[in-house]
Nanobody, 121 residues
Framework: QLQLMESGGGLVQPGGSLRLSCAAS????????IGWFRQAPGKEREGVSC???????NYADSVKGRFTISRDNAKNTVYLQMNSLKPEDTAVYYC???????????????WGQGTQVTVSS
């Protein structure tokens, strides 16, 4: 079974940057679409960005122009570069693998445990 592990979260000041990584346990990861989702306290989990197996990308309106998703299939890893971070970006960030590159939770079969991102001065 595919296992995913996120890393790279932490505390950053508003306007700062972080790069999240999503590493997979096996090479079949390269055939999956990967999505990044986030869940803030008291809110529902929402889609942030996704990337297809051929590296087509999509973003939520709230992060367009600030976040960039990419993948390195040789390393079985997907990255989420987050720039110009805002306090409202504070959440637990999850990566997930599925057949289709969407921002819909139900389209993903495998999930990581999440990494906390806190944007605060």
């Amino acid at each position: 079974q595919l296992q995913l592990m996120e890393s790279g979260g932490g505390l950053v000041q508003p306007g700062g940057s972080l790069r999240l990584s999503c590493a997979a346990s096996e090479f079949t990861f390269n055939y999956y679409a990967i999505g990044w989702f986030r869940q803030a306290p008291g809110k529902e989990r929402e889609g942030v960005s996704c990337i297809s197996s051929s590296s087509n990308t999509n973003y939520a309106d709230s992060v367009k122009g600030r976040f960039t998703i990419s993948r390195d299939n040789a390393k079985n890893t997907v990255y989420l570069q987050m720039n110009s971070l805002k306090p409202e970006d504070t959440a637990v960030y999850y990566c997930a693998a599925g057949a289709l590159p969407t921002l819909i939770l139900g389209d993903y079969d495998y999930w990581g445990q999440g990494t906390q991102v806190t944007v605060s001065s």
